[in-house]
């Protein structure tokens, strides 16, 4: 590639120190500022997914006995969709609550013992270590109905979990067990149902590239399309940058939330979705160009009549009044590496340059003041008859 521009360079070189025969034309492009939208974006990839999305487990072993709610169910918070068997729990409950009885019962023969010892030695009749001992039984007494009662409480709640019910208002999107299967709790909460809150209001999680981050910010808006529905696209805003980082293959990325209204419910979790962040957007501003602000006229092509008025400027745009190329200082905005934003320095509809071209004479002529142009080859026979 470097070859190849050198070499471009080389021959356009020797055509301007050759000249401009009187057969050979200059011709220069030129484009009107205007107002237009500018804007920059990146694209990226993510998953659709609900806004709040709940796994529901439970926090008891057992047999799922019944299962009232299937995929796409809607359910209201508190409501059953789910119960465990109850035989076991209820088994327990039950000997959790006579183990109580008991206890009440011999804390009430210990509280009247203990009153009692207390009476007769306050009176002298009995010796201090009965009392102590009747107190101690008192107090141990007291201390296991305290254990049972807790007991009770731990049996009625174990109980109360094997009524599954719905936490939030929702849609049942995943249906991980059947009726008749076995779940256990012993290390980690099995999860029974995933129910997404609202299907209405679904969000994107994008995966920007470390490259393109630092131009994400909250607030900006976004358009995006699915594979699903190719000829819609789907407006939303950036919600949500994340701080931490992941790491795939080298490659660094970083999660970017993302609203994405779904009133007519096309939108499913899961879809892939293909963003378009629009990190920069001016409305209505005057562009031109941004090659135009590369321009400049060359001396070496210029006739015997043209003239160059030229500035000195960080950025400016040259423009050609008859034979004079007048050299103008702006002020440059944002920009999109094609069109550039001008806020100062020409009015709108100024025709400004962007690039020349020399139109040749014939072939034959170009090629023989061009000695880095290829000749054609000559006919040896008719040589050999010259």
Not at 7 to 18: D, E, G, K, R
Not at 154 to 163: D, P, V
Not at 252 to 276: C, D, F, H, Q, R
Request: glycine residues 6%.
């Amino acid at each position: 590639m470097k070859r190849k521009l050198t070499l471009a360079a080389i021959i356009m070189t020797a055509i301007i120190m050759t000249g401009c025969s009187s057969e050979q034309k200059i011709t220069y492009k030129t484009a009107t500022a205007e107002r237009q939208d500018i804007s920059t974006s990146i694209t990226a990839t993510g998953t659709i997914e609900p806004v709040t999305e709940v796994e529901v487990g439970t926090q008891v072993s057992g047999i799922i006995d019944k299962i009232y709610v299937d995929y796409n169910s809607e359910v209201k918070r508190g409501q059953i969709i789910a119960e465990l068997d109850k035989t076991n729990l209820l088994s327990k409950l039950a000997s959790a609550q006579s183990n109580l009885s008991n206890a009440k019962s011999d804390l009430a023969y210990q509280t009247a013992n203990y009153n009692r010892y207390k009476a007769l030695y306050a009176k002298g009749l009995v010796s201090t270590n009965d009392y102590e001992n009747a107190k101690l039984a008192y107090d141990k007494a007291t201390q296991t109905v305290k254990v049972q009662q807790q007991a009770v409480q731990e049996a009625q709640t174990n109980l109360g979990y094997a009524t599954i019910t719905a936490p939030i208002n929702g849609v049942v999107l995943a249906k991980e067990v059947e009726e008749g299967q076995t779940v256990a709790s012993s290390m980690t909460t099995p999860t029974l149902f995933i129910i997404a809150q609202d299907l209405t209001d679904m969000r994107v999680i994008a995966d920007i590239d470390e490259a393109d981050i630092g131009g994400v910010k909250e607030g900006q808006r976004v358009s995006f399309t699915v594979d699903a529905f190719p000829d819609d696209t789907f407006q939303g805003e950036v919600t949500q940058v994340r701080q931490q980082a992941t790491t795939t293959s080298n490659v660094v990325t970083y999660e970017v939330v993302i609203s994405a209204p779904n009133n007519n419910l096309k939108l499913k979790p899961g879809l892939t979705a293909n963003v378009t962040i629009f990190t920069m957007e001016k409305k209505n501003v005057l562009i031109i160009p941004s090659k135009a602000l590369r321009f400049a006229p060359n001396e070496a092509i210029l006739t015997e009549n043209q003239k160059i008025e030229d500035v000195e400027a960080a950025s400016k745009v040259w423009t050609k009044e008859g034979d004079v190329f007048k050299a103008h200082a702006v002020k440059t905005g944002a920009s999109n590496g094609t069109l550039t934003e001008i806020v100062s320095g020409i009015e709108e509809g100024t025709i400004v340059l962007t690039d020349f071209d020399i139109e040749g004479e014939a072939e034959e002529e170009e090629q023989a003041s061009n000695p880095f142009m290829p000749h054609p080859r000559k006919n040896k026979d008719n040589n050999k008859k010259k």
